[in-house]
T-cell receptor, first 115, second 113 residues
Framework: DAGVTQSPTHLIKTRGQHVTLRCSPI?????VSWYQQVLGQGPQFIFQ???????GRGNFPDRFSARQFPNYSSELNVNALLLGDSALYLC??????????????FGNGTRLTVT | QQQVKQSPQSLIVQKGGISIINCAYE??????FPWYQQFPGKGPALLIA???DVSEKKEGRFTISFNKSAKQFSLHIMDSQPGDSATYFC????????????WGLGTSLAVNP
């Protein structure tokens, strides 16, 4: 059984560019969340989607956006990249909706470096 | 303001010893407290979780102790092994906030052989 898969695994971008990160949840999982993990810190919540609708947004600027597709895969987009956007971007999925304590399963992340 | 405070930042334990990591929280609406384990180059993996209606939960060598009145919870790793060397994160969530996880800053555990 495949876990949460993220692509690409590594990415190097220049300041001002745009980036799209992709995530495929575990089969049957309808809820996808995105987290940003800066080196040496815990993950910070960016977005949550359930049934293709945004259900939560963290304290991130409007340069960050996301969407969920009919097959429950998801994309995270970041515009006008800043050096401070360099981080590990984690996608996580779970079976049930936003109020559920069902376990959150993480992918191995996309390591974004902005130069 | 860190809503979930985790300590220590790093920990070195001898093989066979007990590793203890502590977390404290402020938000009394939190009602779900998971611990995650993260190896280098990997995403976090759920280790064990507890709800505030129990004071302790044990799964194998891993135990969560929960003190609701003190708003503290801790992870105990018994008989620590070199393979346990990883970064451990405590987290918390509440139903009223879409269950988004609020994370501690992590504890880097090294178990010496």
């Amino acid at each position: 059984d495949a876990g949460v898969t993220q692509s690409p695994t590594h990415l190097i971008k220049t300041r001002g560019q745009h980036v799209t990160l992709r995530c495929s949840p575990i089969s049957g999982h309808k809820s996808v969340s995105w987290y940003q993990q800066v080196l040496g810190q815990g993950p910070q919540f960016i977005f949550q989607y359930y049934e293709k609708e945004e259900r939560g947004r963290g304290n991130f600027p409007d340069r960050f956006s996301a969407r969920q597709f009919p097959n429950y895969s998801s994309e995270l987009n970041v515009n006008a990249l800043l050096l401070g956007d360099s981080a590990l971007y984690l996608c996580a999925s779970k079976t049930a909706g936003t109020g559920s304590n069902s376990p959150l399963h993480f992918g191995n992340g996309t390591r974004l470096t902005v130069t | 303001q860190q809503q979930v405070k985790q300590s220590p930042q790093s920990l070195i334990v001898q093989k066979g010893g007990i590793s203890i990591i502590n977390c404290a929280y402020e938000n009394t609406a939190f009602d779900y407290f998971p611990w995650y384990q993260q190896f280098p180059g990997k995403g976090p993996a759920l280790l064990i979780a507890i709800r505030p209606d129990v004071s302790e939960k044990k799964e194998g060598r891993f135990t969560i102790s929960f003190n609701k009145s003190a708003k503290q919870f801790s992870l105990h790793i018994m008989d620590s092994q070199p393979g346990d060397s990883a970064t451990y994160f405590c987290a918390a969530s509440e139903a009223g906030n879409n269950r988004k996880l609020i994370w501690g800053l992590g504890t880097s555990l090294a178990v010496n052989p």
